[in-house]
């Protein structure tokens, strides 16, 4: 008989949790393994997820006529288009450093147009966002530009600067369109073999119950609310499931 939690869900161990556990036992070595590299598709796809909805959020307010002209809607702008790039970049592209999550690299999976746009964002991520190369062309655009001028005055010679950057990028927002449900879909295609594996290692191991009692959670606590964790395991048959935690 399974025993459920006082909010009426089955109980859930925390599989990182378990990994931590079963290290340094030669036997579950594997299992140990597999469990980090599905971690490591999970987050890379709540990235990709995460990346979708800020590419609708910028839809959104490009439509809308609130606060145009104004530096508060461009700034705005810019900080959901850099965030979606940022986030595509982080689940797709980047490298690992020690002790660092790392990414699911996609590019080879992707058709050729797509390769294409992968390497116009990543470009832009790497060399607009996160670095700055000034005057470099990246897609369609230079994202940079940087200025330092001096103009003549009866007293002499004064200085002057001016910076002109990219605030929001239309080709990068279709770019991105584009990109993330293929991306979503190879990092989705990467979790489900390495949980298939998971499984398979558990059942050919026989790992202790013990071990997966010593490192359950509480569903309630987890998620933020009895409602949110009711909704997020009901949710398992879809697939995925978004939401907020109750977090102040």
Known sequence: ????????????ADLRRVAVQLDGDPRFAKLAEMIRMALIAQSCHSDLAEAAHTIEAL??????????????????????????????????????????????????????????DHDIVAAARNRAIAHVYAEEQIGDRIWHRDHLLVQKFEDGWAPLGYTNRVQV????????????????????AAFDKRVAAIVRLMNESDVPETIFLAASVDPVTLYGSTEEAKRVVAARSQGHAFGFTARS
């Not at 606060?67 to 809607?73: E, F, H, K, V």
């Open 1 to 12: 008989m399974v025993k459920v939690t006082m909010a009426g869900i089955p109980p859930i």
């Open 169 to 188: 990028d239309r080709p990068t927002i279709d770019r991105l369109a584009r990109l993330i449900p293929a991306a979503s879909q190879i990092v989705k």
């Open 59 to 116: 839809e959104g307010l490009l439509k809308s006529p609130r606060g145009l002209g104004s530096t508060a809607r461009s700034t705005t702008e810019c900080a959901l288009l850099f965030n979606a790039i940022s986030l595509y970049a982080r689940a797709t592209v980047t490298s690992a450093k020690r002790g660092e999550r790392g990414s699911i690299q996609v590019r080879e999976k992707l058709t050729g147009d797509q390769q294409a």
